[in-house]
């Protein structure tokens, strides 16, 4: 356990997973602590810290003040931020710039920055000397309550998204809400809509805190937007620690994914549409379609959509400037899904907010007719 008794509103939970368990810290002031935290799950007394140009300047002193006081020697390698990083070409330019460097399988690799930089230094810790210790400080809440939790990481081919990667699980998350004040509030709720599936797939009690509190975390008050990391942290590491190579129930955590991927890939990955934003529309045809096929209330359905769309996330696809969406080319895109089985697409489905199940078993029709619906709206 890592003793972090120096920083206030701190809460901690442990990531089961055996001799590979780690801690996930959240709370206010933890990137001043980190070095000490770090220096506790780091073999050895170096590290190499990967960020992008848009965090670096930001958090990286103080960062890097914190390990120099814990006794830790870092090198710092700044990445262009964006998503054009994950790639095949700066992930080899970062091994070089790391193998230049002299590494030992006991140098940690520390990703100070959102998803991009977690899933690229990840990777690169997965492979670099055929494995080294790998920390996360997500700086982004997308990454906070998602990305930075599970091991999973990897960059993008021309085929995709995330097709190439590994799981390699840190030794340690360390979330500083603090570095969400700097966060643009697109992008902010855009992780508010993977906190939300959270609660939507498996803790209704949950769901309920956030439609009393979530705009109030959302504005910035640190004890709620601490206890709501948390609680979304606490439902992904319990998923993870009982399946942690998507076997089975982790499968759940994709609740809003197969109908956001379709609608990201269709609006290009770029600002049109992000990636949390075409998850809330997901989530809300996941729940229109369950309540369609009978499986759920619409009372429910009309709830969480009423949520979303109270703290600012769009529910619908918004209009595309190349042209009206088409629901065939979404429907074909649903069937190339990395999630795809046997050719046939998992959904991800629901008997009610908190209640969310996978099934293949789902009449291609039914999907039709509720994308045509979901764009026509
Ligand atoms: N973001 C889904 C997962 O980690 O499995």
């Known amino acids: 356990m890592i003793d972090m008794a120096m920083v206030s509103d701190v809460e901690r939970l442990e990531l089961a997973l055996g001799a590979r368990s780690y801690d996930i810290v959240i709370g206010s002031g933890v990137i001043e602590q980190a070095g ?10 170096r590290c190499f810290v990967v960020s992008d140009e848009t965090v670096a ?52 690799i520390v990703a100070l920055g959102g998803g991009v930089v977690g899933d690229l230094a990840g990777f690169a810790a997965s492979v670099l000397l055929r494995g080294v ?7 982004t809440l997308l990454s906070q309550v998602d990305s930075s939790v599970g091991g999973k990481t990897g960059i993008n081919t021309k085929q995709g998204k995330n097709l190439v990667g590994a799981f390699h699980q840190p030794k340690l998350v360390l979330a ?5 004040d700097s ?36 504005n910035g008050d640190k004890p709620a937007l601490i206890h709501a990391v948390r609680k979304s942290c606490e439902m992904k590491a319990a998923i993870v620690s009982e399946d942690e190579r ?71 696809p918004p209009a595309l400037a190349a042209g009206p969406w088409d629901p065939a080319r979404l429907m074909a895109t649903i069937g190339h899904d990395k999630k795809v089985r046997d050719g046939r697409p998992t959904y991800v489905l629901v ?18 007719t509720l994308l045509a619906k979901a764009v026509a709206a």
């Open 246 to 316: 998507e076997a089975g129930r982790r499968a759940l955590l994709n609740l809003g994914h197969t109908f956001g991927h379709a609608l990201e890939t269709e609006a290009g990955y770029g600002e049109t549409l992000l990636h949390g934003e075409a998850v809330a529309i997901g989530i809300c045809m996941a729940f229109d379609l369950s309540a369609e096929l009978g499986l759920c209330a619409t009372a429910d359905a009309a709830r969480v959509a009423g949520h979303l769309s109270e703290v600012g996330l769009p529910t619908r």
């Open 133 to 139: 210790p790998f920390v996360q400080i997500p700086t």
């Open 57 to 108: 300047p930001l958090y990286l002193p103080r960062l890097a003040e914190s390990l120099e006081g814990a006794g830790l020697r870092h090198d710092a390698l700044v990445v262009p931020a964006g998503e054009s990083s994950k790639s095949f070409a700066r992930l080899g330019t970062l091994l070089d710039d790391m193998l230049a460097l002299g590494p030992e399988r006991g140098t940690a």
């Open 351 to 368: 008997r009610g907010i908190g209640h969310a199940f996978t099934t293949q078993d789902v009449a291609p029709e039914a999907v039709e």
């Open 183 to 218: 966060l643009p509030r697109r992008q902010l709720l855009a992780g508010y809509a993977e906190l939300v599936k959270h609660a939507l797939l498996g803790d209704r009690g949950f769901f309920d805190w956030l439609v009393g509190n979530g705009a109030a975390a959302l």
């Open 176 to 180: 500083d809400v603090d570095s969400l």
């Open 36 to 45: 000490e935290a770090i220096r506790a799950v780091a073999p050895t007394r």
